[in-house]
T-cell receptor
Framework: AQSVTQLDSHVSVSEGTPVLLRCNYS??????LFWYVQHPNKGLQLLLK??????LVKGINGFEAEFKKSETSFHLTKPSAHMSDAAEYFC???????????FGQGTTLQVKP | DGGITQSPKYLFRKEGQNVTLSCEQN?????MYWYRQDPGQGLRLIYY???????QKGDIAEGYSVSREKKESFPLTVTSAQKNPTAFYLC????????????FGAGSRLTVL
């Protein structure tokens, strides 16, 4: 079955340091992969999506993600964390025949001053 | 501005009562989705609909019901048969057939007293 695994349930960084949130997916010939962010008691906002056009995907707010087929990974990075980046992050994959998104358990990002 | 409106934002219910959560979108999207979010479990799909007057069960449909009488509306009823209804509920929509890019509402938090 198609699935995603977010390797860390909680990540803590200091403000101004790099952010790395890790996501692996089960192998698929053509995955659609996404990163969403959720602030407390809010809905989810799309950060970026991968749809095979380029392996390095740039998103909003300085985030980017690199698709690595050989490692079945789609990790999210940001060079310098800001306090406002503290939130829950999800990397779902798309189901092509239903349109739905399949979610992992999420990663909570804490940013310390 | 186009978007998804969920109401109410907070809802309290006594055991044994049915409650209905509203979801309205003005994005002209064909597909709509209901997800349930519990701490540490990510998002799980309850029901989805790709066209008016048609809908399919997701992964955790037991104890829930939906209707899709209008393109812009997809209400979710949490019935008394749902054994553990306290959760955060998120509605989303997308174009169909599409690219799995879901737009989410701000969510409704249901607490059973």
């Amino acid at each position: 079955a198609q699935s995603v695994t977010q390797l860390d349930s909680h990540v803590s960084v200091s403000e101004g340091t790099p952010v790395l949130l890790r996501c692996n997916y089960s192998s698929s010939y053509s995955p659609s992969l996404f990163w969403y962010v959720q602030h407390p008691n809010k809905g989810l906002q799309l950060l970026l999506k991968y749809t095979s056009a380029a392996t390095l995907v740039k998103g909003i707010n300085g985030f980017e993600a690199e698709f690595k087929k050989s490692e079945t990974s789609f990790h999210l990075t940001k060079p310098s964390a800001h306090m406002s980046d503290a939130a829950e992050y999800f990397c779902p994959r798309g189901s092509s025949n239903t349109g739905k998104l399949i979610f992992g358990q999420g990663t909570t990002l804490q940013v310390k001053p | 501005d186009g978007g998804i409106t969920q109401s109410p934002k907070y809802l309290f219910r006594k055991e044994g009562q049915n409650v209905t959560l509203s979801c309205e979108q003005n994005l002209n999207h064909d597909a709509m989705y209901w997800y349930r979010q519990d701490p540490g479990q990510g998002l799980r799909l309850i029901y989805y609909s790709q066209i008016v007057n048609d809908f399919q069960k997701g992964d955790i449909a037991e104890g829930y019901s939906v209707s899709r009488e209008k393109k812009e509306s997809f209400p979710l009823t949490v019935t008394s048969a749902q054994k553990n209804p306290t959760a955060f509920y998120l509605c989303a929509s997308s174009i169909w057939p599409g690219n799995n890019v879901l737009t989410f509402g701000a969510g409704s938090r249901l607490t059973v007293l």
